[in-house]
């Protein structure tokens, strides 16, 4: 990707690429890599407060983790995420790292420790995988088993349900597909390049 495009142009393709299945409500939320180098006189935290994704069906953006090279933005569905993080079985895992109740403070808490893991070296925040909707055993087998031993690797680290993570699977990966097409289309009638 070289840099002839415009920040949104840019910002436009990792949405595509990286939070499709969220913006479609098929996932509570999803992580995305924003490199600065591809950026040109820009302010996430403006571009965040200003409503980036407020047409996009009712999506949030925050900032996890903001290093010189890079944001590491946390895309979620509200609604979808607090209905997740209360199912009984992700509930019972998250309070073995928080017994904080309301939504905002449950992503702080998970900023906060994104940010000592990075700066101090920490013990990694695996309840990250609830948020992002990973099946609660596997965001377990992914702990007990230190990443390795898994029965398939996509989207994330699967350690007991192949064929329910392999239809997740497939699905995000036609709604990215979708997605991408979308952007392409968009991108070509604009007469822009990427």
């Avoid at 040109?40 to 965040?48: G, L, S, V, W």
């Avoid at 047409?55 to 944001?71: F, H």
Wanted: proline content about 3%; aromatic content about 14%; hydrophobic content about 35%.
């Amino acid at each position: 990707m070289d840099n002839t495009y415009s920040n949104e142009t840019y910002l436009q393709y990792i949405l595509a690429n990286c939070a499709a299945p969220v913006l479609a409500k098929k996932k509570p939320a999803g992580l995305m890599t924003v490199w600065k180098h591809h950026l040109h006189n820009f302010d996430m935290n403006e571009y965040i407060q200003t409503g980036a994704l407020s047409y996009r069906n009712d999506s949030s953006m925050e900032i996890l983790l903001e290093t010189k090279l890079y944001y590491l933005l946390f895309c979620y569905q509200e609604e979808r995420l607090v209905y997740e993080l209360e199912n009984i079985k992700n509930s019972d895992m998250l309070s073995e790292y928080t017994s904080l109740t309301k939504i905002q403070d449950k992503i702080d808490l998970l900023k906060e420790k994104m940010h000592t893991y990075w700066a101090i070296g920490s013990d990694f925040p695996h309840e990250v995988g609830l948020f992002l909707g990973y099946p609660v055993w596997d965001v377990k087998g992914f702990i007990e088993h230190k990443g390795q031993q898994y029965k398939l690797c996509g989207y994330w680290k699967v350690y007991d349900d192949v064929p329910g993570a392999l239809c997740k699977f497939e699905e995000y990966d036609w709604i990215k597909k979708c997605a991408l097409e979308r952007f392409y289309k968009d991108l070509n009638r604009n007469n822009q390049k990427i």
